[in-house]
């Protein structure tokens, strides 16, 4: 933010080389703490997942999962792989959605330049209007929120209701195992392409990556512009989609067990 201000507020190019400095720093410590919350994150979900198990245990006078979780079994092992499938499908729609509210943002602000062309003038008469942007983004955190939070909701309630107990417990291993690999991955690349980007500006035009403007340098903006919300969107919200999940299954635990004594609707198992 600080960098940003220095930029529009058109400071000595010495006070942007600092707060990039900074910044650069700021990528790697986050990058380092957004680990810790991972792990974090992937303790309370398997915390989580036992209590599951430990429920359909008691609840069943040890019938089901008397000897833990085979992931032998067919269903778990099918809904095992599911579980991978979902975080790859919520931080695709997280990164869909943030383009989209990138674009119409972009959108608002020509039309405020097109409309009001004095805007940038030294003393300008005109003033910029900041509650649609302000809207643009409210709305857009909201409504595209909707269809990725109806998905970690839904998924395990339907598949307790309807394939049981075993295919919910394949389910969260899979969705926990695959949440923290991509989770990881996603705030390092984030980071790490962020920092390109800054390293290359920080170059002179007579160097090897020829510095701000080249040809270098424009790939390096394309790939931040995948790596912020690889860091600040979808890596960071895998957290509560291995957590959610967990704690959904935990609640309806019960739910799913009344249901042909946890064999599901189409009683599978």
Not at 189 to 195: F, K, L
Request: glycine share 10%; aromatic share 8%.
């Amino acid at each position: 933010n600080a960098g940003g201000i220095a930029e529009m507020a058109e400071l000595h190019p010495s006070v942007r080389e600092k707060t990039d400095a900074l910044d650069a720093a700021g990528n790697t410590t986050a990058a380092i703490g957004k680990g810790f919350a991972i792990g974090s994150a992937a303790l309370v979900s398997l915390a989580l997942f036992g209590a599951f198990v430990t429920r359909i245990r008691h609840s069943s006078e040890d019938a089901l999962f008397a000897n833990g979780v085979n992931m032998l079994e067919p269903l778990t092992f099918a809904f095992l792989i599911c579980g991978g499938m979902i975080p790859f499908a919520f931080a695709a729609m997280t990164m869909k959605s943030v383009g989209l509210a990138a674009m119409e943002m972009v959108m608002e602000v020509q039309r405020q330049f097109d409309e009001k062309p004095h805007l940038l003038d030294e003393n300008p008469t005109e003033r910029p209007d900041y509650d649609a942007c302000i809207a643009i983004s409210t709305n857009a955190s909201l409504k595209e929120m909707v269809p990725p939070g109806a998905m970690v909701i839904f998924t395990p309630l339907l598949t307790g209701i309807f394939f049981g107990v075993t295919a919910v417990s394949g389910l969260l291993v899979g969705s926990l195992i695959a949440s923290v690999q991509l989770a990881i991955s996603m705030s390092n690349s984030g980071g790490a392409w962020d920092n390109a980007k800054k390293y290359i500006e920080k170059q002179s035009p007579d160097s090897e990556l020829k510095g701000k403007g080249s040809d270098i340098h424009k790939a390096a903006v394309v790939g931040d512009t995948v790596g912020d919300p690889f860091k600040d969107t979808s890596g960071p919200a895998l957290n509560i989609v291995m957590k959610l999940m967990a704690v959904l299954s935990l609640v309806f635990a019960d739910t799913f067990y009344a249901i042909n004594n946890g064999s599901g609707v189409f009683k599978l198992a």
